[in-house]
């Protein structure tokens, strides 16, 4: 099976992978399988913590797919979103793939974000929305796995592009080689280039 490795930066990922806080930069590497392809992702937790922003800075650079996580029972989590996209489309690359997530789904009761609000700020970023909680395992595997999708569904394209230039560029060299050659089949065997 082939292997693919894109980066996965969590964004703002807090508590996906753990139902406690990492301090820091926390990195895991995953092996996922996506349509047949063995795909190793690497993912890196700045748990979106405010005394990190500088290093989270640079994490974004190199990210093929980020998630942007907020906490449904913490308004100001939410709120943090906006800030968050706006960091991301500045210093990730362009094209990078962005999945909002509303983490903690298990904590109903202390919910201060509503799902449809969660929805339509995905909506307004042209982004996809889970709901997930970490303790339960609530859409984890889905959300790594769709964001791991358009990742590999952003290279191809990319690859498709490159592959048809290439293509191109060979049928124009080819086509140029036939126009340089002297005609006739005396010359057909000893051909001067110079």
């Excluded at 820091?24 to 922003?53: C, H, L, N, P």
């Excluded at 942007?68 to 690359?93: F, T």
Aim: hydrophobic share 35%; aromatic share 8%.
């Amino acid at each position: 099976m082939p292997w693919a490795t894109p980066q996965v930066s969590a964004g703002t990922l807090a508590n996906v992978l753990a139902c406690f806080l990492s301090p820091g930069v926390d990195f895991k590497m995953k092996t996922i399988e996506v349509d047949g392809i063995k795909v190793r992702i690497q993912i890196w937790d700045t748990a979106g913590q405010e005394r990190y922003q500088t290093i989270t800075k640079q994490y974004y650079r190199r990210a093929q797919g980020i998630f942007l996580v907020y906490d449904i029972s913490s308004e100001r989590s939410y709120q943090h979103i906006m800030k968050w996209v706006s960091d991301v489309d500045e210093y990730a690359p362009e094209g990078v793939q962005k999945i909002l997530i509303g983490n903690k789904a298990d904590e109903e009761q202390k919910r201060q974000v509503g799902r449809e609000q969660g929805q339509q700020l995905a909506r307004e970023y042209g982004m996809d929305f889970y709901e997930t909680s970490a303790c339960t395992n609530l859409n984890i595997k889905e959300s790594f796995t769709r964001l791991t999708e358009l990742v590999l569904q952003a290279h191809r394209k990319e690859l498709e592009g490159l592959r048809t230039r290439a293509n191109h560029e060979l049928a124009l060299a080819e086509l140029e080689e036939e126009e340089g050659k002297p005609e006739g089949p005396a010359n057909s065997s000893k051909t001067c280039w110079c």
